[in-house]
């Protein structure tokens, strides 16, 4: 007791020792600081590192296209510039590419802001993929650029692309690479230029997207209506298809995606013991008499 008060009394007189007495506490939560610094090192690291920058280069949806047919074109014919040519390929040069290329040709058009590799230009007879070549061009359009923002425009008619070629050669490529005959006729073979074709119809991904899940989303709603049905119902069949199915949704949704086995006994059979369990039927169906295989038939050919 004595102890302590004098210890007091001394602290009084000489304050300065107080931090003899706190040192231990200081030390320990400056050591714990750091321990906690160290450990979340690997953090504090990870967030100092300079953001990537972003990928801009993000595909846009396809466009509409009605089927129609591709008139043949002779190629060696078209791969001589003309006014026309070049015109046709203006129009759609201004339209459709300078939004990226510019212009100008210089690829810096508005819409090439961030976009990484940027957009060709034109003018600089360096680094081209494909070629200034017609049959490059050609080929370019054909396909895209695989990783950039250079798609393919394989929609617009091949007459459309050779105009374009010939508009962006004429207008920005410094003297630009002919293209010999035998590159002319391969082009012809492998695109069948001289022979013209049949263009499917096309719609945005998106679209065939919604359409699919509308569709799926209506099959899936009537198949639950005829789980309620066969659940309620006190046919036979109804009994038989109750204890050989393991999900009642998905035994109706096998038998849905094909149902050929309407007018084939021996299909129906097939369909329900091929693959038993993944198909939502369950072991009993190897069970059934040939009494309960018909109920089952005829009730299913009823409810669907
Ligand atoms: C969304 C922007 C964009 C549009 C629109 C666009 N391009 Fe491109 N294009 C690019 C980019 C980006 C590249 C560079 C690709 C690379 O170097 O990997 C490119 C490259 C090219 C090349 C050079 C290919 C090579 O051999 O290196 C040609 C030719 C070309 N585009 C033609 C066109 C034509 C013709 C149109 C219009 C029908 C068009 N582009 C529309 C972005 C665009």
Request: charged share 15%.
């Amino acid at each position: 007791m004595d102890n302590l008060k004098n210890n007091l009394n001394k602290l009084r007189s000489d304050p300065g020792k107080i931090f003899g007495f706190v040192y231990p506490y200081i030390l320990f939560v400056i050591i714990a600081l750091g321990i906690l610094y160290i450990t979340n090192l690997g953090n504090i690291a990870r967030q100092s590192i300079p953001l990537v920058a972003a990928d801009t280069t993000k595909l846009t949806d396809l466009p509409v296209i009605e089927p129609r047919t591709v008139p043949p074109i002779n190629i060696i014919e078209i791969s001589q510039p003309t006014q026309e040519l070049i015109a046709q390929g203006k129009e759609a040069y201004t339209t459709i590419c300078a939004s990226c290329h510019g212009e100008d040709g210089r690829g810096s058009g508005p819409a090439s802001t961030g976009l990484n590799p940027p957009p060709r230009n034109f003018t600089n007879k360096e680094g081209w993929k494909n070629s200034p070549k017609i049959a490059g061009i050609y080929t370019t359009l054909e396909q895209g650029i695989p990783g950039s923002g250079m798609i393919a425009y394989n929609y617009l008619p091949p007459s459309d692309r050779i105009a374009l070629a010939h508009y962006i050669r004429q207008t920005f490529v410094p003297d630009p690479p002919v293209d010999t005959e035998s590159e002319l006729t391969a082009l012809d073979q492998l695109y069948f230029l001289s022979q013209g074709k049949e263009i499917p119809a096309q719609i945005p991904v998106e679209t065939a997207m919604n359409l699919i899940m509308e569709e799926n989303s209506t099959t899936v709603q009537t198949l639950v209506q005829k789980v309620n049905q066969v659940n309620y119902e006190s046919d036979a069949g109804a009994r038989v298809f109750n204890s050989v199915t393991s999900n009642k949704l998905r035994a109706l949704t096998t038998l849905n995606s094909d149902n050929s086995w309407k007018q084939d006994y021996q299909k129906f059979v097939r369909t329900l013991i091929y693959n038993v369990n993944s198909n939502g039927f369950n072991n009993n169906i190897f069970r059934l008499s040939s009494d309960e295989w018909n109920a089952l038939y005829n009730y299913m050919n009823r409810l669907f």
